[in-house]
């Protein structure tokens, strides 16, 4: 399945078959997963120029694709199903632009951040699927860059700050955010990125000093 427009070319790819005892291809609990009624498409149009994605979820439940633009601020959902296309959150109606994000219990949560981190801080935020109201964020701090989140089996949402390589914490019933992870060896920027979960370790992909790394934080 093709999703593109002049600047947007996204795939999906069936998950390989076969491999020894570390391919297992089971999704893990960051991501909704149910019995929707299947792709009936093979591309996907986003009417927009220039597009350029950053952040991309899929609810299986419903076959939805959710896709947000780094270039205009705005956060689309796609049917999988039959491919229509529809805007879920204006341009820039947050401030910012939206980067890592993930569909947990029906509900869509993104990363926001704002044109300017250093008077504005970045957001993880809560978003309705229905409408595209935001109906929670949870601030990190000033200076700050929102960048990837994951959650684990008992609803705790973690996310990456790749400005200062710290990783925050949102634990369920919190009504804030907490520095959950600080290490040097994450910083400078750029620093923590995304994120892989794996049998309760959490896989933090690094950029810094010009090469690319992957560390396991438990």
């Given amino acids: 399945m093709n999703v593109h427009n002049t600047s947007l070319v996204l795939l999906l790819l069936a998950p390989a078959c076969g491999g020894g005892k570390d391919s297992d291809t089971s999704i893990p609990n960051d991501t909704d997963t149910g019995s929707g009624t299947g792709i009936g498409v093979s591309e996907i149009d986003v009417p927009v120029e220039s597009f350029y994605p950053e952040g991309v979820a899929i609810d299986a439940a419903t076959d939805t694709l959710y896709v947000g633009s780094a270039a205009i601020g705005s956060l689309w959902k796609a049917s999988l199903a039959d491919g229509v296309v529809t805007e879920l959150v204006a341009s820039f109606a947050t401030g910012g632009v939206f980067t890592g994000m993930k569909v947990q219990d029906g509900t869509l949560w993104a990363c926001s951040n704002p044109s300017d981190v250093s008077t504005t ?9 229905s409408d595209g109201a935001i109906e929670e964020s949870y601030d990190l701090a000033v200076g700050t860059f929102c960048n990837d989140l994951i ?3 008992d609803g705790t949402a973690y996310v990456t700050d790749s400005f200062g390589g710290l990783i925050f ?17 994450f910083a400078p920027a750029p620093g923590t990125y995304g994120f892989i979960y794996e049998s309760a370790a959490t896989v933090n992909d690094k950029v810094g000093g010009g090469s690319a790394a992957a560390d396991v934080v438990r």
Avoid: H, M
Wanted: glycine share 4%; net charge negative.
């Fill in 169 to 185: 914490r949102l634990a369920p019933g919190a009504s804030a955010l907490e520095r959950w992870f600080d290490d040097p060896a």
């Fill in 121 to 129: 801080a970045s957001s993880l935020v809560k978003i309705n699927p």
């Fill in 151 to 153: 959650f684990t089996e």
